[in-house]
């Protein structure tokens, strides 16, 4: 796979948190991690991301390991992540917060910027404003955004949805989608399981850190066993 | 090393060091040096109060500490009975005007919604109130400063003894802080520095310019003691008698004038010595009564919770404790101990001095003692009081000496030789500063740590 | 009504002694301000060590002017010092540079607690203080040659027949001008650049700023030069304007603060606003109205008094007044700083 996390292990320093669990995604794919509370979701994306001490297992990209890279670099190898709070610059405009997400790029980003425009209208139109007067679907559409001008191979996005209304879910789910068709591998944490299944590709059902389903999302969702425990219904 | 085995050595090499002063100077520095140490480990321990205990950021002690010295001050100094005549009745009016005119704010603000309304009465009600109250105020300072201003021009004192000036400095600081307190705690934590900083320089602004109340840069000299003057004594049969029998080894055999002159010197250099010691006694004993409250404190009910307080206060929050409440009570208990610390102070020197009021070193070098004793630590402070102190004194004839030898090689009269030994003295800062960087870095919990685990 | 001529006079006299005192002060302060505020909104802490950074950038600035004078350069009308001023910017840059590689650094890989960095900034002004002391010693140093005035009060009268006179002396001038070029650099840095925009994101959301791939070692270098820049010139300024003793550096640590925290503590256009305001306040509660009233008032209501609200020794009152007032009635100051 393009991105994978195998086997990893690992916590804050206390018990571990990840007990051997893989995870993968390639590119033009959505991958969804869904589970209970404190499954450890976000804590698996941290791992992929470096943001978290691994005492077992690698994360490889395109084939190179990059298990020792500090999250910096990772974002320089082409990893982009949107995290679930505090994910915009709310001092700065729209148009600066997506200048700060293409920081490494030295090459013109205004064909970058175009795209996230025409992604996301709404923020061409408030390009001037500063982020912390947006509502919260448009924060997020600002933070799923500044990730995107890197122009990155891998997308990491922990909660989207969580706290917006369930229109502009649909919405932001119908862009990550539009994402997809570029070409990009994606990968989500969900609270909204049925939701996010609905447009997986692959889709991980974490447990105490474990692998405990994983399947493409439509079969997940016909699973029964996940259903009842994990979709309710 | 556990900390009893670490404190007692410690406590004995500062023991250790002032007997060497006393052997190798003077007894008498020696025990100057103790009693600033005592005093400097009483403002110690009001700031390891406020920073140990609940983690609060007073860079204002200066201020703190000159409210006691003002308090030694009105308290010990008789009253200029002229003065009073002079001006008397209308600084009363322009206090009561001032009272008057706060009370009525106060009511203005709390009765009347906010709004215009309120803004206009409030400008209005202080407007007049300082009007009302510059009337009566100018013509009695003026009135009293031309009264015989070469010896006094001031309104004077109660004339009460001293010592009792010693309380009435910590409630002095008390007030100020409540005052303070209530503005800025529960902000965060480097807007209380900054206001306790402006707070104090004010004080000084006030010690040094309303000449009617503490004569200014004039000074205010001759407090009375509480202990015996060195005349006195040297003048009293019991205290011949005692020399007399202290320094027998050196009288003996010698007869007339020689034996007088000898025991002159004896009488000169034990009185200025008993003086001292007398000092150290009461500051010592202060020192034991203010320790004692805070070990008592610090390991009741009270306070485990304001450890609780320091160490998460967001917890204890929602665990439903008023943490801003608590806090003022600690600020206004450390600023009070300084108040008393500033009253004993002024007492030892017998004056109030205004300019000698230098935040460097009496704000931040009590900071230097805090955290290099060990923050949290009561003995840690006290140690740190000593310590710091030794070193502060100590360095300045150090410094000039290691200057000295330094520049031995150049030759005599040369301005950069000149120049490097008269700037000795300003190294001590330097000294300072890097001593509290050196154990921020490397002994952060200072050399005697806070006990308990958390 | 007053005529015409007195109340020209009284503007003028008003002018002369609140106004241009004022506007140059308070160019003062916001540089200053602007210092502190830069360090508060990108490192996090309140930089006690300032002031007397302040004073060590001045301290050199006046060694080289010192040597230059002695070795016969000079500015013509102009004061020697601003020759000397970019040496003085440069120590003052190293100086900040090095004490945060030795001091700061270590604290912030600690992720210590602001109040650990501001105690280390005690620290700092300590040594600082000490090795400015050494060198130049404590006194009153006065560094001011060339033109003294741009305005004389006696030409002023001679030209327009009044009886007050304007003056406006070099120093103020170059104060206001030297202030208004920085202020429009720092906004220009702050808004276009690349370095300044990553400031800015670094200052608004660490742990974003990273993921954006904003290298935080450098944020911190700019910062610290940047700082030490507008300190080492408002140091500068101040003390051609009135003269330079460590303690007095050492005190307008308070004004300064206040000034940050009355506009907004991290906030660049704040600190400007806030050392206009306690800078106007000082002046305009301390000055002494008698004469500027006599101008004005009809003849039965003329006084002796000198009118003054607050004599000159309480300034830093003023200021301590004026941050009091706003923290009771809105802490977070005129343009929301960073109030957590």
Known sequence: ?233 | MNNALRATLAFSFMALALVGVGLYQSWALSLTILNLCIISSVMALGVNIQWGYAGLFNIGIMGFAALGGAAAMLVSTPPVANAWAAGGWNILFSAVGLIATIIVATLVYKNIPKGRLRSLAMIVVLVTGYLCTRYFFDPAVSAIESTDSAKTGFLGGLGLPIILSWPVGGLFAAGAAWVIGKVVLGLRSDYLAIATLGISEIVVAMLKNEDWLTRGVKNVNGLPRPVPYELQLQQSEWFTGLVEKLYANSLAGLEGAARSTVLKDALIEASSIFVKLCYAGLFATVLLIILTLCVLALNSPWGRMMRAIRDNETAAEAMGKDVTGRHLQVFILGSAICGIAGAMLTTLDGQLTPTSYIPLRFTFLIWVMVIVGGSGNNLGSILGGFLIWFVWTEAEPAGTWLMTFLTNWMPEGNAVKDHLIQGAQHMRLFLMGFILLLVMRFAPRGILPERHAH | MPETVDMLNALVLFTNFVLIPGVTYGSQLALGALGVTLIYAVLRFSNFAHGDIMAFGTMITILVTWWLQSVGVSLGPLPTALLALPFGIAATVLLCLFIDRYVYRYYRSQKSRPVTFVMASLGVMFMVNGLVRFIIGADDQRFFDGERFIIKAREFKKMTGLNEGLAIKTTQGLTVVIALVLVVFVFWFLQRTRSGKAMRAYSDNEDLSLLSGIDPDKVVRTTWIMAAALTAIAGVLYGLDKSFKPFTYFQLLLPIFAAAIVGGIGQPVGAIVGGYVIAFSEMIVTYPYKKFWNYLAPDEWQTSSLLQLLSTEYKFAVSFMILVIVLLVRPTGIFKGKVY
Do not use: H, W
């Not at chain 1, 994360?59 to 709070?85: H, M, Y």
């Open chain 1, 1 to 233: 796979m393009f991105l994978i996390g195998e086997n990893l292990r690992g916590g804050y320093g206390g018990a571990d948190i990840l007990n051997d669990c893989t995870i993968g995604v390639d590119q033009g794919e959505i991958a969804v991690i869904v589970g209970p509370n404190g499954a450890g979701k976000s804590t698996a994306m941290k791992a992929m991301l470096g943001m978290l001490d691994l005492s077992a297992g690698q994360v490889s990209l395109n084939g190179k390991d990059i298990t020792t890279l500090s999250p910096q670099a990772r974002v320089a190898e082409g990893i982009a992540f949107v995290p679930q709070t505090n994910n915009v610059f709310v001092s700065m405009t729209v148009e600066e917060n997506l200048e700060m997400g293409a920081f490494l790029r030295r090459d013109d980003i205004a064909a970058t910027r175009d795209m996230v425009f025409e992604l996301f209208p709404i923020l061409k139109e408030k390009r001037r404003q500063p982020a912390g007067e947006l509502s919260g679907g448009q924060r997020q559409q600002v933070a799923v955004g500044r990730a995107l001008m890197t122009s990155p191979s891998v997308l990491m996005l922990d909660e989207p949805t969580a706290g917006v209304s369930p229109i502009v879910m649909d919405e932001l789910f119908d862009r990550i989608l539009e994402v997809r068709a570029a070409g990009v591998a994606i990968l989500m944490v969900e609270q909204n399981a049925r939701q996010a299944l609905n447009i997986a590709d692959r889709g991980y059902v974490l447990v105490t850190g474990e692998n405990r389903f994983t399947d493409t999302g439509e079969a997940l969702l016909a699973n029964p066993d996940v259903r009842r425990s994990f979709i309710g219904g």
